[in-house]
């Protein structure tokens, strides 16, 4: 059982970046796959990338290549989102999320509780 | 427009049963499995199914999913009040290299 604890709700004025923290347990760290998703309000899901903590990769859909940077440090067991050049349509709930790829087809199997970020002027 | 088509709701009386669809494409569903999750009041989403019809642990057996083709399926069999929530369905998108997920249906138990 994994458990992802997330930082709290953010307030960044439109410019800014945003860097979302997510303590997880449960998992041996190199088995860990971070991956990032966000709902903004009345929008479905939308995956932001993820980060393989043991071959320091990540993976980005196209629409967040240069604006998303993944990281995970092993000693606190934690992973990091980065947002940058925040506009008010990034406004959402960021989730942490794990991939779990031990059958070798991956997929999200535990979800933290969610960070609200807030982009206003 | 959802990139997997969900209805926005269903219902049903304790004890029935409720099937709720999720329409992809072959670039999605059609080629990779499905997964679902269920949402209650506000929590973290919770994985109930993956690759198209296992539960993980602790999943009831009420809950079964299926696939064909573009579209699957997850159905509750016995229906309970704790049950009422969001259920949103996801899968692999080939053409996006990404995750992609349904809008969501919103399972209210009456």
């Known amino acids: 059982q994994v458990h992802l604890v997330q930082s709290g709700a953010e307030v960044k004025r439109p410019g800014s970046a945003v860097r979302v923290s997510c303590k997880a347990s449960?998992?041996?760290?190199?088995?860990?796959?971070f991956s990032w998703v966000r709902r903004a309000p009345g929008q479905d899901f939308e995956w932001l990338g993820r980060?393989?903590?043991?071959?320091?990769?990540?993976d980005f859909p196209q629409s967040f290549q240069d604006r998303v940077t993944l990281s995970a440090d092993e000693y606190t067991s934690t992973a990091y989102m980065e947002l940058t050049g925040l506009t008010s349509e990034d406004t959402a709930t960021y989730y942490c999320?794990?991939?779990?790829?031990?059958?070798?087809?991956?997929?999200?199997?535990?979800w933290g509780q969610g960070t609200l970020v807030t982009v206003s002027s | 427009q959802s990139v997997l088509t969900q209805p926005p709701s269903a219902s049903g009386t304790p004890g029935q049963s409720v099937t709720i669809s999720c329409s992809g494409s072959?670039?999605?569903?059609?080629?990779?499995?499905v997964y679902w999750y269920q949402q209650l009041s506000g929590a973290a989403p919770k994985l109930l199914v993956y690759?198209?019809?296992e539960r993980p642990s602790g999943v009831p057996d009420r809950f079964s999913a299926s696939k064909s083709g573009t579209s699957a399926s997850l159905a509750i069999s016995g229906l309970r009040s704790e049950d009422e929530g969001d259920y949103y369905c996801?899968?692999?998108?080939?053409?996006?290299?990404?995750?992609?997920f349904g809008g969501g249906t919103k399972v209210t138990v009456l």
């Open positions: 999320t794990t991939e779990d790829n031990s059958s070798g087809f991956s997929h999200i199997d535990y």
């Open positions: 996801a899968a692999w998108e080939d053409s996006l290299t990404g995750w992609v």
């Open positions: 449960g998992r041996t760290f190199n088995r860990y796959i």
């Open positions: 690759r198209n019809k």
């Open positions: 072959s670039s999605n569903i059609g080629v990779n499995y």
């Open positions: 980060f393989i903590p043991v071959f320091g990769a990540s």
